[in-house]
């Protein structure tokens, strides 16, 4: 039997012998599904370019991204990975999802292993350092959500102008002091909420303080604000903005369960825009940006690093907006008036 050639196979394929070099050696430099095509033609004529390798670093196409996302009990999450999925399903991709437990080691462990089995990765609210992100992205194409790494593509959510129109609705209702109730330090983004309130408040004559981050015990499912509004209380303000939803209205309930009123004591103001919030009485006012966009935006740009189609390393920005509701009223007339601790 005659030795089965490169051009053998690209008349099979109806495409030129470049294109099949490339499909066989370089896959990213065509699309999967023509790679995917050349590659059955050849093995149905017997065509080898070399031995088989299992090196699962060793170029071909996988047909699968992978995600990690911190959580999945808070639905943020799932609202950016529906996303992500939504994308790779037009582009006939496989998701394959980690979690990471918000627990730096883990993700960094579920990093190395997920790039072994995935053609590239997106890593939502990631918490390693940008080294080991970068040091990823040397390997596989990555694409960070709601995260700035130097060199790496990323799409993020900017809060800035809500946080102001946010501040400024507190101002006009006669507010004059804010509290900030944060989430981990490794977390970029209560980095960019706090920096950004800060700004606005300083600018704005309004007084802002800044809480420890809530203890979270092992196994907990809920978070503990007990000893937060201990805190709180000690120097009480009209309005507290808290990192997310979450939070909020675990602080709403912490506050109600020892009298205080929100908002006729207290204003309460969170972030993310999810079902927790608006099902919440009072509602909760929020800031939130359309996790189903950010997600498919973040999958599009990394199929299309993946095939070498997209090398754009500037950030995609996508702008929040702040929707008031009934958790945020006018000030009280001493400012804040909290009651003792039940």
């Given at each position: 039997?005659a030795?089965?050639?490169?051009?053998?196979?690209?008349?099979?394929?109806?495409?030129?012998?470049?294109?099949?070099s490339r499909?066989?050696?370089?896959?990213?430099?065509?699309?999967?599904?023509?790679?995917n095509?050349?590659?059955?033609?050849?093995?149905?004529?017997?065509?080898?370019?070399?031995p088989?390798?299992t090196?699962?670093?060793?170029?071909?196409?996988l047909?699968?991204?992978?995600?990690?996302?911190?959580?999945?009990?808070?639905?943020?999450?799932?609202?950016?990975?529906?996303?992500?999925?939504?994308?790779?399903?037009?582009?006939?991709?496989?998701?394959?999802?980690?979690?990471?437990?918000d627990q730096?080691?883990?993700?960094?462990?579920?990093?190395?292993?997920?790039?072994?089995?995935?053609?590239?990765?997106?890593l939502?609210?990631?918490?390693?350092?940008?080294?080991?992100?970068?040091?990823?992205?040397?390997?596989?194409?990555?694409?960070?959500?709601?995260?700035?790494?130097?060199?790496?593509?990323?799409?993020?959510?900017?809060?800035?102008?809500?946080?102001?129109?946010?501040?400024?609705?507190?101002?006009?209702?006669?507010?004059?002091?804010v509290?900030?109730?944060?989430?981990?330090?490794?977390?970029?983004?209560?980095?960019?909420?706090?920096?950004?309130?800060?700004?606005?408040?300083?600018?704005?004559?309004?007084?802002?303080r800044?809480?420890?981050?809530?203890?979270?015990?092992?196994?907990?499912?809920?978070?503990?604000?007990?000893?937060?509004?201990?805190?709180?209380?000690?120097?009480?303000?009209?309005?507290i903005?808290?990192?997310?939803?979450?939070m909020?209205?675990?602080?709403?309930?912490?506050?109600?369960?020892?009298?205080?009123?929100?908002?006729?004591?207290v204003?309460?103001?969170?972030?993310?825009?999810?079902?927790?919030?608006?099902?919440?009485?009072?509602?909760?006012?929020?800031?939130?940006?359309?996790?189903?966009?950010?997600?498919?935006?973040?999958?599009?740009?990394?199929?299309g690093?993946?095939?070498?189609?997209?090398?754009?390393?500037?950030?995609?920005?996508?702008?929040?907006?702040?929707?008031?509701?009934?958790?945020?009223?006018?000030?009280?007339?001493?400012?804040?008036?909290?009651?003792?601790?039940?």
């Amino acid at each position: 039997m005659a030795k089965v050639t490169i051009r053998d196979v690209a008349a099979a394929a109806g495409v030129s012998p470049a294109t099949v070099s490339r499909a066989l050696t370089q896959p990213g430099r065509v699309s999967m599904e023509t790679a995917n095509r050349i590659r059955a033609i050849a093995d149905e004529l017997g065509y080898r370019v070399h031995p088989v390798r299992t090196d699962p670093f060793d170029g071909r196409l996988l047909g699968e991204i992978g995600a990690l996302v911190p959580d999945f009990r808070y639905s943020v999450f799932g609202d950016y990975l529906y996303g992500v999925q939504h994308q790779c399903k037009m582009r006939g991709y496989r998701l394959a999802v980690s979690v990471t437990e918000d627990q730096g080691d883990e993700e960094r462990e579920l990093i190395n292993t997920c790039l072994k089995r995935v053609d590239g990765l997106v890593l939502i609210a990631s918490r390693v350092p940008d080294t080991v992100i970068r040091k990823a992205a040397q390997t596989k194409p990555v694409v960070v959500v709601n995260r700035l790494v130097r060199g790496v593509q990323s799409v993020v959510v900017d809060d800035r102008p809500s946080i102001e129109e946010a501040v400024m609705q507190l101002k006009r209702l006669g507010h004059r002091s804010v509290t900030y109730l944060p989430w981990t330090q490794f977390s970029w983004q209560n980095g960019l909420r706090w920096q950004a309130l800060l700004s606005v408040c300083h600018r704005e004559g309004l007084r802002v303080r800044r809480l420890g981050v809530p203890r979270i015990p092992p196994d907990a499912e809920d978070v503990d604000m007990s000893a937060t509004v201990d805190e709180f209380q000690e120097s009480p303000t009209s309005a507290i903005v808290a990192y997310n939803d979450l939070m909020a209205g675990d602080v709403m309930r912490e506050l109600a369960r020892r009298g205080v009123d929100v908002p006729g004591e207290v204003s309460v103001i969170g972030f993310d825009n999810t079902p927790l919030g608006q099902l919440g009485t009072p509602c909760l006012a929020t800031i939130g940006v359309d996790r189903e966009d950010v997600g498919a935006l973040a999958a599009a740009h990394l199929i299309g690093r993946v095939l070498h189609i997209d090398d754009s390393a500037a950030p995609m920005v996508r702008a929040s907006r702040f929707m008031m509701a009934d958790s945020v009223g006018p000030a009280p007339p001493g400012q804040a008036v909290c009651a003792g601790r039940g």
